[in-house]
């Protein structure tokens, strides 16, 4: 039931930041950040066990690594952007937010392209 302790957290974060926005907004920017930094460390062995389910799938269907390794980084491109985007969006700044995302979903189409050329190889070599 770990869901509810990071409910419950947030809701007194979520509380505490309202208050301090009328006197200290930048330090309930920083609480809501630190509350962003606490939720990533709490769920953070959650996802050993997520990249060791996909190693060993990766391993028993015999794809390449570099394939694990790709959707991996892209994974990790969109949570930390999306992250980055929320927070300058809590702190006002949503065209900084917008600039964020287009750079991670650029970076995230860089990094697919191999995939992408393999997927094309295959289709191809599968017509007459």
Wanted: hydrophobic letters at 60%.
């Amino acid at each position: 039931m770990e869901i509810l302790q990071v409910v419950a957290l947030g809701l007194v974060v979520a509380v505490f930041a309202v208050l301090l926005r009328r006197e200290r907004p930048e330090m309930a920017m920083l609480l809501a950040l630190g509350f962003g930094v606490i939720v990533f460390l709490m769920v953070l062995n959650k996802l050993g066990t997520i990249i060791t389910v996909f190693q060993d799938v990766t391993r028993r269907a015999q794809v390449d690594e570099l394939y694990l390794a790709t959707l991996l980084k892209i994974l990790g491109i969109a949570y930390i952007a999306e992250f980055g985007a929320q927070v300058c969006r809590d702190s006002g700044e949503g065209t900084v937010a917008n600039k964020i995302e287009m750079a991670g979903k650029v970076l995230i189409m860089i990094l697919a392209l191999p995939i992408f050329a393999a997927i094309l190889e295959v289709i191809i070599r599968l017509l007459p």
